[in-house]
């Protein structure tokens, strides 16, 4: 059973930034992928990035060239830096890894002011 709790986010104001972090109770370095998403009420979950073992990353067409994802081995943790946000970058956000099966976050609100 692997948990991820995230944590980072918050409120800011359009254009600003925040960093989410999503902490694994087990070694991350041996997840194959970690991944965010997000899920606005009444929409399909969404993926955001998805950052590989190996250091492949992929991005939706929404946040390429403003979110980044990272991961530190050493403290169990993958990051989303989001930069630039927008309103529309308003809801939850959960991490996922998938490996005999889903295991996913409580999720973390970010909310952008206009």
């Known amino acids: 059973q692997v948990q991820l709790v995230e944590s980072g986010g918050g409120l800011v104001q359009a254009g600003g930034s925040l960093r989410l972090s999503c902490t694994t109770s087990e070694s991350i370095a041996t997840i194959n992928a970690m991944h965010w998403y997000r899920q606005a009420p009444g929409k399909q979950r969404e993926r955001v990035a998805v950052?590989?073992?190996?250091?492949?990353?992929t991005y939706s067409d929404a946040v390429k060239g403003r979110f980044t994802i990272s991961r530190n081995n050493a403290k169990n943790t993958a990051y989303l830096q989001m930069n630039s946000l927008k309103p529309e970058d308003t809801t939850v956000y959960y991490c996922?890894?998938?490996?005999?099966?889903?295991?996913w976050g409580q999720g973390t609100q970010v909310t952008v002011s206009s």
């Open positions: 950052l590989t073992r190996l250091g492949d990353t």
């Open positions: 996922a890894a998938f490996l005999q099966r889903a295991y």
